[in-house]
C-alpha cells in the first residue's frame, strides 16, 4: 500500500523560510503525481495552496512556492507570518482516478 | 462562487449506514470538466480521500473503503451523496465534499466546511 510521507511537524521564526516534503514511502515523486498542497487551520475546511507542483491557487500568496526537490514534492512558505500556522497537507494524485494525502505537517511559528 | 455544502444525520449507529448528500451552488455539477469528491478527516487525524464521482455517474474509489462505500450523482438537484455502510467508530470523522479538477489541474477546490458523523450507540 502507498504511504505518502510528510514531517509530522516544523516550527520557523517569524519572517523566516520553511520547506516541507513530502515523499513516497517506495520511489520517487515526480510531477507526474500532480503534488498538491493544502492549509487547514483548527475547525476548518482546507485550502488549496498549491496544485501541479507549482501553481498557486487564486489568491493564495507569493510566499508560498512549490516545486519538486530531490525525490520529493515541496512546499516553501518564505517570509512565514504567525496566520501561517496552520496544518499542511499534501495529496498525491497515483492514476486510476485514486488520490492519496500524506499525514500532514503541524506548522509553529515562533 | 462555487459553493459546497454537506448535509445528513450526525449521528450513526454501528453496522448501520452513513449516508451523506453534498448539494452544490453557484455552477452546474453537469460540467465534464470535473469529478465530484468526498473525503474525511477523524478527529485529531490527517485527511482521506473517500472517492469521486462525475455527473454520469463514474467513480473512483479508495480501495481501503471501496467494499462499503457507494457514491452517486443527480444531476436535476445539483447534488452529489455518499453511502457508507457498516459503519463502526472508526467512520467518526468530519466528511467534506468537493470540486475535483482533473488531468494537468489535479486538485480538490473548493471545499465545503464539512460535517462530523459520530459512529455511536
Not at chain 1, 500568496?61 to 519538486?68: A, L, M, W
Not at chain 2, 452544490?24 to 469528491?37: D, E, H, M, Q, R
Given at each position: 500500500q502507498t504511504v505518502v510521507t510528510q514531517e509530522p511537524s516544523f516550527s520557523v521564526s517569524p519572517g523566516g523560510t520553511v520547506t516541507l516534503t513530502c515523499g513516497l514511502s517506495s520511489g520517487s515523486v515526480s510531477t507526474s503525481y500532480y503534488p498538491s498542497w493544502y492549509q487547514q487551520t483548527p475547525g476548518q475546511a482546507p485550502r488549496t495552496l498549491i496544485y501541479s507542483t507549482s501553481t498557486r491557487s487564486?489568491?493564495?500568496?507569493?510566499?508560498?512556492?512549490?516545486?519538486?526537490?530531490?525525490n520529493k514534492a515541496a512546499l516553501t512558505i518564505t517570509g512565514a507570518q504567525a496566520d501561517d500556522e496552520s496544518d499542511y497537507y499534501c495529496a498525491l494524485y497515483m492514476g486510476s482516478g485514486i488520490s492519496v494525502f500524506g499525514g500532514g505537517t503541524q506548522l509553529t511559528v515562533l | 462562487q462555487l459553493q459546497l455544502q454537506e448535509s445528513g444525520p450526525g449521528l450513526v449507529k454501528p453496522s448501520e449506514t452513513l449516508s451523506l448528500t453534498c448539494t452544490?451552488?453557484?455552477?452546474?455539477?453537469?460540467?465534464?470538466?470535473?469529478?465530484?469528491?468526498w473525503l474525511r478527516q477523524p478527529p485529531g487525524k490527517g485527511l482521506e480521500w473517500i472517492g469521486s464521482i462525475n455527473y454520469s455517474g463514474s467513480t473512483f474509489y479508495n480501495p481501503s473503503l471501496k467494499s462499503r462505500v457507494t457514491m452517486s450523482v443527480d444531476t436535476s438537484r445539483n447534488q452529489f451523496s455518499l453511502r457508507?455502510?457498516?459503519v463502526t467508530a472508526a467512520d467518526t470523522a468530519v466528511?467534506?465534499?468537493?470540486?475535483?479538477?482533473?488531468?494537468?489541474?489535479?486538485?480538490?477546490?473548493?471545499?465545503?466546511?464539512?460535517?462530523?458523523?459520530?459512529v455511536s450507540s
Open positions: 487564486s489568491g493564495v500568496p507569493d510566499r508560498f512556492s512549490g516545486s519538486i526537490l530531490g | 452544490v451552488s453557484g455552477g452546474s455539477i453537469s460540467s465534464s470538466s470535473y469529478y465530484w469528491g457508507v455502510s457498516s466528511y467534506y465534499c468537493a470540486r475535483e479538477y482533473t488531468s494537468s489541474s489535479q486538485r480538490f477546490e473548493p471545499w465545503g466546511q464539512g460535517t462530523l458523523v459520530t
